[in-house]
């Protein structure tokens, strides 16, 4: 019998019916900014309507979250993660994603896997009136356990020059709100996995995985809403890091974001993480989210206004004053 690819372990078949299996969901992500469909090259995307455009990039990927994924077989909202990680991000500037590609490697390629997984991200890519415009599907036996899966992507937004959010604007007296997240989100998930390593356990009422899946908050709502009412300084992404190391980046020089922990509204979830793990509070704030999936900084005047738009979220610091950059206590 002569080698093929097949027979190297890379199916063409089966990656023709996941193209086939995402066509669906794919086209419907796209708007008449989308200058082609899926097959070409290169995708188009025609930007209209500002007066001095700024793009905003963001790239991320899942992390080990998807191992939870992998293992208890449930593959509909890692694709949500994934875009959620890079939109929230270039949200932060006050960007409007705009569109989305991603990349999925696997060992072995299953369509219905693929297929779900690439929904997810649909479907994330509808809420905000994203176009999905690209992607690549990678089989690569040896590379990759069969049954494993990688996924990334790359989200591009747009926002005017002048009302680009970096954090300079940022001064003292202004406060700290919190907007809440929806749980783990995708970061942390090694530690995660090392103290609940039995993801069928019950946790309140349910298996834990699906505690652990729920997947991340998108924001754009959210940040759009406070932005017709109010002017943000600054936005922070709570991602790998916490609080401590996602804060500080916007903070300028000079300043210092001063948190109070006991403001912070910490899911059940994470309390017994840590206690069960006897993790300290200071890796727990330095690792994990603890319940605020993004921070925004604005005039104390205008805090009442933010907490009444967003259910769930919490005034928790103030800027100050002060060489370090943050502070908790």
Do not use: W
Not at 118 to 145: D, H, R
């Amino acid at each position: 019998m002569s080698n093929t690819y097949k027979s190297a372990g890379v199916d063409k078949e089966e990656g023709y019916q996941t193209i086939s299996k995402i066509k669906k969901a794919v086209s419907e992500t796209h708007n008449s900014n989308v200058l082609n469909g899926i097959g070409s090259f290169g995708a188009f995307y025609q930007l209209a309507g500002y007066k001095n455009p700024v793009l905003v990039s963001g790239t991320d990927g899942v992390g080990t979250k998807l191992r939870i994924a992998l293992d208890v077989k449930k593959y509909d909202t890692v694709g949500i993660d994934c875009f959620a990680m890079c939109a929230n991000d270039i949200l932060c500037h006050g960007a409007k994603p705009l569109f989305f590609l991603d990349y999925l490697a696997c060992g072995k390629l299953d369509s219905d896997i693929a297929a779900e997984i690439v929904g997810g991200i649909a479907t994330a890519c509808k809420e905000t009136g994203t176009a999905l415009i690209g992607g690549e599907t990678a089989e690569m036996p040896g590379m990759y356990k069969i049954g494993d899966y990688d996924i990334a992507g790359f989200c591009v937004g747009v926002v005017e020059k002048e009302d680009i959010i970096d954090g300079s604007q940022i001064k003292a007296g202004q406060v700290i709100i919190g907007l809440a997240a929806s749980g783990f989100h995708s970061n942390g998930f090694s530690l995660v996995r090392k103290i609940f390593p039995d993801f069928n356990e019950e946790f309140e009422g349910k298996p834990l995985y699906e505690t652990l899946l729920v997947p991340t908050k998108l924001y754009q709502n959210d940040i759009f809403k406070i932005q017709e009412k109010v002017k943000l300084s600054g936005i922070a992404h709570i991602t790998g890091g916490g609080l401590i190391e996602n804060v500080p980046r916007i903070i300028p020089e000079g300043l210092c974001a001063t948190i109070e922990k006991s403001k912070v509204h910490v899911p059940s979830v994470m309390k017994e993480l840590m206690k069960r793990g006897g993790i300290e509070e200071n890796e727990m704030f330095g690792t994990f989210n603890m319940g605020v999936g993004m921070v925004v900084i604005c005039d104390e005047s205008d805090a009442q206004t933010v907490l009444d738009l967003v259910e769930g979220s919490m005034l928790i610091g103030k800027i100050e004053n002060n060489e370090e950059k943050i502070v908790l206590h």
